[in-house]
């Protein structure tokens, strides 16, 4: 299994930036997809972004053009660099990492870390 642990989360002004990690551990050699969730109050989780182990990229509609997600394979660690941050940005994030055993698909999900987007 994987363990994922976020950081970076906290409390900026709208147009601000945060920059959120992700460190993986345990069966890192098994993931194939890697990536960024939110969920606001009342809201449903929603996917932020994505990376596969080949580098494939997907970004949110909501967020295109102002986040980043990128990898360190060095540090088993996933970045989701976020800028011109806006307030129905606020949500807690979770990392989340999939794992492919034979035929087994594993989902694997950060304890997540809050971000705070005040006007």
């Known amino acids: 299994q994987v363990q994922l642990v976020e950081s970076g989360g906290g409390l900026v002004q709208s147009g601000g930036s945060l920059r959120l990690s992700c460190a993986a551990s345990?069966?890192?050699?098994?993931?194939?997809?890697m990536g960024w969730y939110r969920q606001a109050p009342g809201k449903q989780r929603e996917l932020v972004a994505a990376?596969?182990?080949?580098?494939?990229?997907n970004y949110a509609d909501s967020v295109k053009g102002r986040f980043t997600i990128s990898r360190d394979n060095a540090k088993n660690t996933v970045y989701l660099q976020m800028n011109s941050l806006k307030p129905e940005d606020t949500a807690v994030y979770y990392c989340?990492?999939?794992?492919?055993?034979?035929?087994?698909?594993?989902?694997?999900w950060g304890q997540g870390t809050q971000v705070t987007v005040s006007s």
């Open positions: 989340y990492a999939a794992e492919l055993v034979a035929a087994s698909k594993f989902d694997s």
């Open positions: 345990g069966s890192i050699f098994s993931i194939s997809i």
């Open positions: 990376i596969t182990a080949g580098g494939s990229i």
